[in-house]
């Protein structure tokens, strides 16, 4: 996106008294809601925001409840736990724990947006800024989801996948098909490829190359596990280390180099493998994302009511719903639940925005880059750019460390005691942005879990390591893991961890070694 | 660009398999939580849906995921009173949890998930593998009612069944038949005379004589066409009814109960709440039930529901009065070939000791003759009277009666079972 040029003086929302505004309802009309689109995609492309193609759904609070089970997505595979989460959230929602979302917005072309029915019109307003201009403009340009997923084609692939499960669960059995799923949903944050683009997928060419990928992928199997001595012992020596590197996208090397799986397990485990491959982008910008949406509806909407497009109820109504969302409690307040994306994100966003025009001699210290920059073109830049990880990292203020007041708390094992190494002052503002930029780092959260030996020519057992980041432990269910890595690889599955210098130790084991008997 | 989709109208239960799903893979500890409630389901609660709570360890999708330990670091909003250096102590019980995104369920791995499930669900869970006893045997035998359906069309029948159409067109399939081949003879010969009569030939009485013998043939065919009548007694078609059995989806349950002294309350609800499971065990199986409550003390009487489980009597026993009460009931309201009757008995035992011959004798002579099922609960911890060992005879000579012991609530569902176990033999 080079050729967008910003007119800084155009920027500025003109000044138009409507005599008439748009109605305020509260009820929503299908006109009402075209009028308001149309207006908010008239502010949205003066901002250059570049959107997929919108389709908003008007659904009722049932329906919400059915995306919601199924991970937001308009169509999915069936699974027991889908119908654990519709029964959790459904009776979370009706005791009056959790208040519905107010929209969900998927990441496809066009991009799917949900409304629910018992929204005023302010709130559909809100959405539709939020939703359709904010983070379908995220989902189209950020470069994580531009080289990650492919929104034109989820939904066929989605369509494919359920019809292939389905498929499957005629032919060998619901059971059956449940075991894998299970095993592969169990390591489905250990099936992203991290560094390597993924090839596009959809629907028809999936159809089409699913069965060659059968037979191939079998023989391929077949191939890696041929039990014919063929080579010299030389040979033999140089393959001995399989895989050659340690793989860490566990999903895939199953589907791949798993002995006793069927072509139609390992399509299961391709289809697990691929969901997650395209959530995994939304894992890493939450703040962004959130942070992006928030500060367009704010903007959006801001812009229409100085045109006076919006009356003044509305603009109320809208505030009130906003400064909720992007409300941060403070850590021992009782409904501090770690920080809110809505908040840093959305506060990060509009401090850019004002570091590039109401810079003081701080921001001139700290961001020199940005001071005097037009405002537009850098916040594009930076939601094109960065994750929350790297956005944090490159710009988050000292004034947003005194606005939230972080503090960095230290827990170290072998202490007795926490320690609190960094305020919101001069002396801990960097140290702060470090630690708080390394909290979204997922490298960091997820345990870091690698193939890193099969024994080809013997038990063929797999090696699994566990490289610790910062001494931090597995959880303790690992037995169970392993009983899924089991399931799935079908031989002796062994857990080290890398302990450095002092080599590895055996965690765990599937099946667990009996006891030796004299 | 964007365009609007209502879809307010599409189905919401998409996740309706999936909820299955969850039922299905979790059924046994669905079970057994079902069967924990009905000892402690409020007894009058028929209708409700059925609260299901299951340990949420039991349910947890497993993931690799950092334990507690180690050295991390924290980055936190909203700093009241801490300056650098501060220390503060460790909070018990693992405190902010892991800082992955699994935030909210961390700390909390002990709680319960609890959900409900419709009164169908529960009731499938609840009747899981039981069946009505001797059903299919005796299905047959006690048919009496009716009904009538149409069956085709016969000859002979009374003038308000004929059948007009069928009727008519038998009358003109015939008509056809007896003068399609007069009709062709009467148009060549009406062919032929035209012919004569329009030709201008020299030999004028021989033609003459030729159209009078043509008109004499075609005024014959035309009578004998015209003799064909136009329906004929033997054209009528009746409609035909027909009778056939239907079984009877009727059932009426009979509640015995012992209300004398020796009955307390909590006796009293245990017999409720058998009752109810029984009653919602038909309920399955009939379209309409009704209930018949006698209560007895040395005199049987017919009651309501509400004075049948609270109101207090004192005085003996007298079971066979309610047996013969139930008798009575049965002679004048509930005709056996049209109803299914089942019957539920509960006392503590306790019988004047010369009644209990009575009773067997009433129940083997005639109430088990037609009875589908008979269920004797004996309500208490002591040991078994004479009433008991009187049915005891019965128990093994009849197969629609059975009879258990309960000695606490929470034997209620396991008899119940017991009744009504699908029988893999027979």
Redo the contacts between chains.
Sequence with gaps: MTDRLHNVENNQPTKRLTDTPLSDGPDWT?SL??DY?TEI?RVAKHYALNTY????????S??M??AY??VGMPINY???????K???SS?NYKRGYMGLAYEIVINSDPCIS?LM?ENTMTMQALVMAHA?YGHNSFFKNNYLFKTWTDASSIIDYLMFARNYIQHCEQKYG?EEV?EIL?SC??????GVDRYKRPQKISMFEEQKRQKEREEYLQSQVNDLWRTVPSMNVEEQKKKQNVPAEPQENLLYFFEKHAPLLTSWQRELVRIVRKVSQYFYPQ?QTQVMNEGWASFWHYTILNHLFDEGLVTERFILEFLQSHTNVVA??????PY????NPYALGFAMFTDIRRMCENPDDEDKEWFPDLVGKNWLDTLHYAMENFKDESFIAQYLSPKMIRK??????????KN??????????E??YKA?RQ??A??YNLSQ???N?QVTKVDVNGDRSLSLTYT???????????D??LR?VYRLWGFDVKLYIDKGNAGKDLLAQCPEPEVDSP | ????????L?G????A?????????YKSQIKKAVADSISQRSVTDTESRESVTIPKRD?Q????????????????????Q?????????PEGGGQG????E??NSGEGEDD????ISMDEYLNLLFDDLELPNLQQTQNEQITEYETYRAGFKSEGIPTNIDVVRSLKGAQARRIALTAGKKKKLKELEAELQELLNSTTTNKSQDRSLIAQLEQQILQLKQRIAKVPFIDTFDLKYRNFDKRPIPSSRAVMFCLMDVSGSMDQATKDIAKRFYILLYQFLTRSYDNIEVVYIRHHTQAKEVDEQEFFYSQETGGTIVSSALNLMEEIVKERYPPGQWNIYAAQASDGDNWADDSPQCKRILEQSILQYSRYFAYIEITQRSHQTLWHEYEHLNVKFENFAMKNIKYPGDIYPVFREFFQKQTSS
């Design positions: 299908f809601l075209e689109q995609a193609p919108n389709q908003i759904e008007i659904i009722t049932e329906q409840l059915d089970s199924s069936h699974h027991w736990s889908f119908g654990k519709f029964i959790e009776q949900y029915e359709c619901v449940e299970d949903h169990a390591l489905m944050n250990l894992k941060q409690p403070s850590y021992n307040s501090y639940s770690g920080i939230f007041k972080l503090f960095n708390l230290q827990d170290h094992e007795n005691m926490l320690e609190v190494t960094d305020i919101h002052n002396q801990g702060i630690s708080l390394a909290q959260i997820e345990p879990i610790p980041h910062a001494n931090i432990p597995l959880a303790k269910n690992i169970e893991m899924h | 660009m964007a365009h609007f989709i209502d879809r307010r599409n919401k239960n998409k996740s398999v999936n909820r299955q799903r969850f039922l299905r893979r349910i999708e497993p993931i690799f995921h950092q334990g507690k330990g180690g050295d991390r670091d924290r980055v936190l909003p909203g700093n009241d801490f300056s650098r250096g501060d220390k503060i102590k460790r892991s800082g992955s995104g935030a909210s998930f609890s959900f409900t």
